[in-house]
């Protein structure tokens, strides 16, 4: 689905990302763990076709990735809603961009609304909604349009607890049911453990990927098994030391 090969990334001569490789296979849920500052912004928004290399290539689907495509869903950091849209409105806009009639993307919408628990607020602006609620409509509308590969920097690191178990449930779902591959960037261990079909650890600046953890655990997983329990510990240390490396460098 995704091929990463030998990817660097430089601003101004300050290494972002060094000889980074990695694939997302057909239907995998990756997560990507790791310091802050060590690149997975940087990493997805390449794989988004919204910034290019400095060296190595990304491809999707065995095309290339120059640009912007339409098969990519992202839900980033900060909530990048469009202001003047209701929330409907803006779940509505990829399959809109695509040309899907208007009673069919209102029929996507509806589903996607109450999907993520928004009924209610169809018709509110952004501005009239709560931090969570606005994230809630960011990955409404990444999963409205149907997208191939999801994209998502930390999309619950504003919810509360309850909601944002409630939003990996959900997820795991969608992905299970809609066949969809995910590149996830998070910093909770807990959260990559009761996601991931591999969490990948990357290195403190300049990022490069430090470690692959394979987790086999069927869903739905209980977040408190033994197994559980015991590849947290081993993502917790490695990802530890990178955290301890990046503070003093
Ligand atoms: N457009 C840019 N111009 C210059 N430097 C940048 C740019 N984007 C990112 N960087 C730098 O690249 C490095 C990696 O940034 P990035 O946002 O990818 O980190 P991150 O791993 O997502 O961090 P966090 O966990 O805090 O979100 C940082 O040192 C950042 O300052
Ligand atoms: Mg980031």
């Known amino acids: 689905m995704l091929v990463i090969i030998h990817l660097t990334k430089k601003f101004d001569g300050y290494t972002a990302l060094e000889d980074v490789s990695l694939e997302v296979n057909d239907g995998e849920f990756v997560c990507i763990l790791g310091p802050s500052g060590c690149g997975k912004t940087t990493l997805l928004r390449l794989a988004a076709g919204l910034d290019f290399p400095t ?25 990048v809603l469009f202001p003047w849209r209701t929330v409907i409105g803006n779940i509505e806009f990829g399959p809109e961009m695509k040309g899907v009639r208007k009673d069919e993307r209102n029929r996507i919408a509806q589903h996607y609304i109450d999907l993520v628990g928004l009924r209610g607020f169809e018709n509110n602006y952004p501005h009239e909604l709560s931090g969570g609620m606005k994230q809630r409509v960011g990955i409404a509308r990444a999963y409205a349009n149907n997208p191939k590969l ?21 997820l795991l779902r969608i992905w299970e049911k809609e066949h969809i591959s995910a590149l996830f ?22 990022g490069t990927i430090k470690e692959i953890f394979n987790i086999d655990i069927p869903h739905p997983r209980i977040r408190t098994s033994q197994e559980a329990n015991l590849i947290r510990d081993r993502v917790l240390k490695s990802l530890g030391t990178e955290i301890e490396h990046a503070r003093n460098k």
């Open 185 to 206: 960037v998070t910093h909770s261990v807990d959260e990559a453990v009761y996601l991931a079909d591999r969490i990948v650890v990357m290195s403190a600046r300049p």
């Open 55 to 79: 060296k190595g290539e990304l491809f999707l689907d065995g095309r290339r990735i120059v640009g912007v495509n339409n098969e990519c869903g992202f839900v980033f950091q900060e909530y």
């Open 150 to 170: 999801l994209l998502m920097d930390e999309p619950f690191g504003a919810l509360d607890a309850q909601t944002r178990n409630l939003m990996q449930g959900e």
